[in-house]
């Protein structure tokens, strides 16, 4: 199995930008999907981007979209997520996932991902 291993958040101001990464160890990336998703103070967790990392195919929810990229690095098995143009409702916990059987189309859906990280704390004030 591969442990996630997220890095990369903390306090910024908005209109700045973060780079989130995750590595991967234990299991190649290689075949598996990987996303993000964060988790606002008193809400649910969320969808935020995902890659298809064999094919590089990415996915991202709306309220991100132009300002959010992910990116995978197969030599070094980790992901990323380039934030730029941060927003305080941006505010949240971020994890990344993975998992090695799950369909395209329910690459969004948290409750489908086997591996998780331990989170990072991302805090946007305004």
């Known amino acids: 199995q591969v442990q996630l291993a997220e890095s990369g958040g903390g306090l910024v101001q908005a209109g700045d930008s973060l780079r989130l990464s995750c590595a991967g160890s234990?299991?190649?990336?290689?075949?598996?999907?990987v996303g993000w998703f964060r988790q606002p103070p008193g809400k649910e967790r969320e969808f935020v981007a995902a890659?298809?990392?064999?094919?590089?195919?990415?996915y991202y929810t709306d309220s991100v979209k132009g300002r959010f990229t992910i990116s995978r690095d197969n030599a070094k098995n980790t992901l990323y997520l380039q934030m730029n143009s941060l927003k305080p409702e941006d505010t949240a916990v971020y994890y990344c996932?993975?998992?090695?059987?799950?369909?395209?189309?329910?690459?969004?859906?948290?409750?489908?991902?086997?591996?998780w990280g331990q989170g990072t704390q991302v805090t946007v004030s305004s």
């Open positions: 890659i298809s990392w064999l094919s590089g195919t990415t």
């Open positions: 234990g299991r190649t990336l290689w075949r598996s999907a």
């Open positions: 996932a993975a998992d090695y059987q799950l369909s395209t189309r329910m690459i969004s859906d948290w409750r489908e991902y086997d591996y």
